[in-house]
């Protein structure tokens, strides 16, 4: 029989999210430079939600679960600075699919990512529930909502946290790096390159010794100490709320931004 870690980990791969085509509709759809902004705008914010550990690590702890504490909390720590890389290198391919430079310094964060919600405001502005604020579509909200549980420290809370956090790693390992790889590199159609140094922040997460697969072990070393059937069927269900939230962000920007032809439209 199959331990609960192995069964997990087969529910993550089934799960839509997992071979979401939306970096394979990216490269296809070659969107404008407008567009490419608003999906980094989104994604970016998504991403951000997912770094900081708040209460979680010290919650694992408080539970009982010290060595899940420190499992994860190596992962928090190896995601420092992550922010800044990744709007450098945001800015850096809304520049070479503008042709000009969209971003002027790629090393100034606040203003490249102002950049990208200005795009987002003109291109998902219209959207049912979309936030001014924050440049947020309601499915961006609801995916970064379910992070926000890492303040509680319950014991059911921090459960679902576990399975929500194996199902971040397994996803940033295993289908949005990789799909970013695909569409920002292997594409061709930024010319990049993973060794320029604007691109560190996927040289950094790709691959065999890149820090998601080392996220990904810590997440799955975490869960398979977990043999409490209840505890169990709280950290499937957590590993659901991240699968089903992502997947509801990863439709809405597949649909409207890279399959209507929107990104066409614009670009001709
Ligand atoms: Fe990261
Ligand atoms: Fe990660």
Redesign the pocket.
Known sequence: MDTFAEKIVEHVKGHRCYSHPVFENWAKANPAPEVVGALFHQIQNF?AST?PGLNFPDALKKNGLTDQSALMQEIVES?AN?GPELATMAGHVVNRAAGERVCADLYDQAAVEGKLKEFSDAILGALPGYDKKSGLTTQAREAIAVFERRMLSDKESTYRNLGTALALEMISNRQLIPGEKHCLIDSGLYKADLNEAEMHYLLE?WGEVG?EQQHEKNAIEAISLVGDHRAQQLVKEGADDFLNSLTALWDLLDTSLLQSGYARRLAA
């Open positions: 991403c770094r995601e992550h997460h820090a």
